[in-house]
């Protein structure tokens, strides 16, 4: 037994040596490499290391595989040093802010927030005195006068450049109805909410589907909770409301001039009585509060040629229901309301989704400001541009020669083209900007976008973006302002999803409206309110 | 063993226990044997409860992703050095701390145990312990996993109840009488009569270790240094972005949300193997009486 | 005299002070150097002043926390959840390790230990949907289970009624195993001899639980219940967030979701500090008086 003592200090010992040599060669690696990036050499053929970090999605390839990109760092002569981060970043930015430990660059989407900037002044670089080395991205800013508006602060110091993508559609949410469902049943189509339940119930009652049970088809389903994507607040477009998706996760919308919140709306109340009355008819998935999205998504691709879900709400067809299913759905306009006779509205995002804010920024620590600027420029070039979104050209899109380009289809047949995007280049959490004036044919994923929101035109067409949206994009917070509102929201949205889950599934709305829309008001709505229509009157006096 | 005359209490006590492991078995094997057969299934399946007692629509895209991704095996290498050092480090840290605050001559041992305990609940935050670590150069360097956080006040105190409560104190003074001091009593008694806590610390240590993804999240940014678990994590997460995501964009649609739940159950296989081999090792030395015997032959 | 006696005991003790130095210093080095940092909870974060160079707020964060609409609800909340982990999470693995250690077979034995402790390496996120799947009313496997039961479709994560048992049961399933490990290092301690005699008058295997195997695990226990009392206010952060949806929210709402939902936005490192001072503080006084009182009834105690 003394033995196998001895024998165990040994091992510690010797490991610890191991340890100790170990150490040494580290600590020189360290400092060679500072040495080497200290270098600077300029347009004289040496390239300029940097360093960057990179919030990409975790499909995406290594950048280093990624061609388009190698050419940016030549052609900007260049050497960047990539720290890829696929998750956890939030977690990481603030140890990473706050100790000043930063690299060169930030890549992704809002990966730096214009909290950040007002919180950690002096670490990051004020880009508007460079901007003039850099053409493209002035070209941007003159063709596209909204980026500017985005990337500037309220002093007027530029901090992250935004990024423009052109070909997106004006909405996030499209609404389907599984049409092969309506025609098995011989119904047509509803246009109003009293016809959308008829027609639930009768998915609900009769086999629609066809496989012989009458009882596996689910209605209606959405992801769970108030706001945010493909939730059944876009009803709400139904009585005049428009939503837009920046700032409606959180109930805000602008009327008439006026910052509100449908939270605490009377038109909220009667989409929830209506939806109240969904659910006891069992015309809405029991689970649709605590699905999580993987089940979501996967109960809507139903099993094999068998749909099982009859109206919902999703980006696409296919991405919702599976390249099998989704020839079954049809794609909606906005069903009308009862007693409501105005037009009707849906959610507008062409902001949100065609602009991205702060995109890249810059640290003021970097050695080689025109270096990092020059490889900023040749990202925002056009042509480049198309590359950052959907890859190189070559692999994934084909140069017609003309000035023409066009999306090629996956190499692999079996993948989708979003997936196809997202593994091959840093598709939207990239930086760029693609002019109105490109001429590129879409990916056969971006068509069916385009194409199913046809039905959705009308409504949306009749949204004026300068009055009826809020241009959350464009407006810059105070510090002070900014941390109120989110504390408010936090507790807003808290009540909110509670008391709309309850009133869903279980009813009483009617009763315990008054009393909620007082404890909102306490939970600090007003307030918030309050603080977003004073930002939003100053906006639309300065523009 | 002696197999006569079982009375009707002990019967009884039997049948009970008997029923109670059965049912114990049963609710902790199963939804183990679901992550194996849904690691292998279709996901959709798997989410429409189509999956129960076999896996469906079988296929090893989850494996193929996890391994296609080289940083596995990096992962692999940099967790088993983390996970052997560090755990080493820790004992060599631990054991004699908790030796010595178990003895009751030794007067400052209330005062330390007050200013250990202190540290589970007040520490200074994120922001200033990472300060300290880049000044001592410890970030992004292997030496974070093991020397900061080597000494755990939990296990500490866990191994300073071990010796209080099975070193009968007779046992030193009798040792002292022979002129032992307390670094020979230490390594000569103490440990070898403390396997079954060894093991203990040991393995709550190296399982520590094991699964650690903050430190490398907070401290380390190269690729070369990433233990498994931050590697696996990046999977894991990745897998998730779906929510909410797929609408911005168009992002990854069918083809990967078809496998997203494989990968998640694949990866809890392939960072628990090894420890799974690990255990039945040490669980000899939780066998009753191990410790006495070994004193007395 | 009194320098000579601190000499002569220091003399005594020097090997003593040898073997503990090291863990003093890194604990000194890594837990003590940073502790400036509390200072945050009672100033503003000012990056370019450095981390205490913010204006001196006072209680001013604390204030804000106590006077917050959820407040009420978040201290209720969180203290239920642990209230509910601890009393019946913390008797479980001693149960455990009780049962576990009466059986005879060895490789029965072997493959109850290995199984019930394998389920403590699964990560929150597998867990979480895990539970999301075999719980589902519709299609899961405790969902049929239940309707066979008689028990009708219950929707265990969708009500503030099953939550709290929901996430403790899932606790203690997936940790029970692994904590009852060192009650059975403890067990393993027990004088074999003592089972000998305690057969030869004649004690029956309950008796032989009753005197023998549990007096061995009392020391451990109080320990171990003295520092659960420190988590009254510590509830783990992803599980539960995890699990949180509209419908158990009035319940699932806790001070760590909190925290983690208003610094979401902006780096609210004040407040979150505060918050989480506020937090140490309840937990370091009822982790004070329990050992107090173990101090005093059972002559066992921390320091």
């Known amino acids: ?543 | 063993m002696v197999r006569h005359r079982l009375s009707s209490g002990e019967i009884v006590f039997r049948a009970v226990l008997i029923a109670l492991c059965a049912l114990i078995f049963l609710a902790v094997a199963y939804p183990l044997y679901f992550i194996v057969i849904a690691s292998v299934s279709d996901s959709t399946m798997v989410s429409t409860g189509k999956v129960l007692l076999f896996p469906k629509g079988t296929s090893f895209f989850g494996y193929n992703e996890i391994f296609r991704d080289e940083r596995i095996w990096t992962g692999y290498r940099n967790t088993m050095f983390y996970t052997i050092a560090g755990t080493l480090v820790n004992l060599l840290f631990t054991l004699p701390a908790a030796y010595v605050l178990s003895r009751k001559e030794f007067k400052a041992r209330r005062f330390i145990m007050f200013a250990f305990v202190f540290t589970m609940f007040f520490n200074g935050g994120l922001i200033p312990t990472y300060l300290l670590m880049k000044d001592l150069h410890l970030t992004n360097t292997f030496w974070v996993f093991i020397i900061p956080f080597c000494v755990n006040v939990f296990y500490l105190i866990i191994a300073r109840t071990f010796f209080e409560s099975s070193l009968p104190p007779e046992l030193y003074e009798a040792a002292a009488m022979d002129g032992c001091s307390h670094f020979v009593y230490f390594v000569k008694v103490a440990l070898p009569l403390s396997k079954a806590l060894i093991s203990v610390v040991g393995l709550y240590y190296l399982v520590g270790h094991w699964n650690d993804f903050f430190t490398a999240l907070i401290y380390i940014r190269d690729n070369e240094l990433k233990p498994l678990q931050i590697i696996l994590r990046d999977i894991l997460l990745s897998n998730q972005v779906f929510a909410g995501g797929a609408g911005t964009g168009g992002a990854a649609g069918g083809y990967a949300q078809k496998y997203a739940d494989q990968i998640k159950y694949g990866v809890i296989i392939v960072s628990t193997l090894p420890i799974l081999v690990l255990y039945p090792f040490l669980q000899k030395y939780f066998e009753k009486g191990v410790m006495i015997g070994s004193v007395k032959g | 005299m009194r320098s000579g006696s601190v000499f002569s005991t220091l003399k005594r003790d020097y090997q003593l002070w040898i073997m503990v130095l090291p863990a003093i210093a890194i604990i000194f080095i890594f837990s003590y150097i940073p502790m400036y940092g509390v200072q945050l909870a009672f100033r503003d974060y000012d990056f370019s002043k450095g981390l205490t160079g913010g204006e001196w707020q006072g209680l001013h964060y604390f204030k804000q926390f106590i006077d917050s609409y959820l407040f009420a609800d978040l201290m209720r909340n969180t203290f239920f959840i642990s209230f509910a982990t601890i009393v019946i999470g913390f008797p479980a693995p001693i149960v455990l390790a009780l049962i576990l250690n009466q059986i005879r077979r060895k490789k029965a034995k072997q493959l109850m230990q290995t199984t019930v402790y394998l389920p403590h390496f699964i990560s929150v996120i597998v867990l979480v949907g895990m539970l999301n799947v075999l719980l589902s009313p519709e299609t899961g496997i405790v969902g049929h289970l239940m309707k066979s039961a008689g028990l009708g479709h219950i929707n265990l994560l969708a009500s503030t009624n099953t939550f709290i048992p929901t996430y403790v049961l899932s606790d203690i399933w997936q940790h029970c195993g692994w904590n009852s490990i060192i009650y059975l290092a403890a067990l393993s301690t027990v004088d074999p001899q003592l089972y000998d005699s305690a057969k030869m008058d004649g004690a029956s295997r309950w008796q032989t639980i009753r005197y023998i195997d549990f007096p061995a695990l009392v020391p451990t226990i109080i320990i171990l219940f003295i520092l659960s009392m420190g988590n009254i206010l510590s509830t783990g952060f992803e599980k539960i967030f995890l699990m949180q949806n509209a419908l158990n929210l009035p319940v699932s709402e806790v001070i760590a979701t909190y925290v983690y939902k208003i610094g979401i936005v902006s780096n609210q490192f004040s407040m979150a500090s505060a918050i989480g001072l506020f937090n140490t503080v309840i937990n370091f006084i009822f982790l004070f008086g329990m050992n107090a009182i173990s101090r005093r009834v059972s002559n066992t105690s921390l320091f």
């Open chain 1, 1 to 543: 037994m003394r033995k196998k003592i001895y024998g165990l200090l040994s091992l510690i010992l010797v490991v610890s040596a191991i340890l100790a040599g170990c150490s040494g060669s580290n600590g020189g690696n360290e400092n060679e490499s500072v040495n080497g990036s200290s270098g600077n050499g300029g347009g004289d053929g040496e390239k300029v290391k940097l360093t960057a970090i990179i919030t990409k999605h975790a499909l995406t390839k290594p950048l280093g595989e990624m061609e388009w990109l190698q050419q940016v760092e030549d052609a900007a002569g260049v050497d960047i040093e990539w720290q890829e981060i696929t998750a956890d970043w939030g977690q990481k930015k603030g140890t990473m802010l706050a100790s000043g430990d930063v690299p060169d660059l930030f890549v992704g989407p809002n990966v730096i927030t214009d909290a950040d900037f007002a919180q950690f002044q002096g670490l990051f670089q004020d880009l508007s005195e460079l901007v003039e080395q850099a053409p493209n991205v002035q070209q941007m800013f003159s063709e596209k006068p909204e980026t500017k508006a985005i990337a500037t602060q309220r002093d007027g110091r530029i901090f992250g450049l935004p990024k423009y993508q052109a070909f997106w559609p004006d909405t996030v949410n499209r609404q389907y109805i599984n049409q092969q469902w309506l025609d098995n049943l011989g119904l047509s189509t509803p246009t109003t909410w009293d016809e959308l339940y008829d027609v639930l119930v009768a998915f609900k009652e009769q086999d629609a589907n066809g496989n012989g049970d009458s009882s596996d088809e689910i209605p209606m389903d959405w992801p769970g909770g108030i706001g945010g994507y493909f939730n059944p607040a876009v009803l709400l477009g139904s009585m005049g409301i428009t939503l837009a998706s920046d700032v409606s996760g959180q109930g805000y919308f602008v009327e008439d001039g006026q910052v509100k919140n449908f939270l605490t709306d009377e038109r909220y109340k009667e989409m929830v009585i209506f939806l109240n009355k969904l659910y006891k008819a069992g015309l809405i998935n029991p689970e649709v509060f605590t699905h999580d999205y993987t089940k979501f998504q996967s109960v809507a691709r139903g099993e094999g040629d068998t749909a099982k879900v009859g109206f919902t709400w999703g980006w696409v067809a296919s991405d919702r229901f599976g390249e099998q299913l989704a020839p079954q759905y049809a794609s909606l306009p906005p069903l009308k309301a009862p007693n409501y006779s105005g037009p009707l509205s849906w959610s507008y995002d062409y902001y949100s989704l065609n602009f991205g804010i702060n995109h890249i920024v810059m640290s003021a620590k970097t050695k080689n400001k025109e270096a990092a600027m020059r490889f900023i420029n040749e990202l925002y070039s056009p042509k480049v541009g198309i590359q950052v979104l959907f890859g190189s050209i070559g692999p994934n899109i084909k140069d017609n020669g003309d000035g023409t380009y066009a999306v090629l289809p996956p190499q692999d047949a079996k993948m989708d083209p979003g997936t196809w995007k997202w593994t091959s280049t840093w598709a939207d959490n990239g930086a760029f900007y693609i002019s109105d004036s490109t001429q590129l044919t879409l990916g056969k994923d971006m068509q069916e976008v385009l194409t199913h929101s046809e039905p959705l035109k009308d409504a949306l067409s009749q949204v004026n973006p300068e009055t009826d949206v809020y241009p959350a994009m464009f407006i810059k917070y105070e510090t002070a302002d900014n941390n109120t509102m989110s504390l408010n929201n936090t507790n807003v949205m808290n009540l909110a999803n509670a008391s709309f889950a309850k009133w869903v599934t279980k009813g009483g709305v009617e009763n315990e409206w008054d009393a909620y829309v007082n404890e909102s008001k306490k939970a600090g709505l007003n307030q918030n309110l309050e603080i977003m229509q004073k930002y939003y009157d100053e906006y639309k006096s300065t523009n």
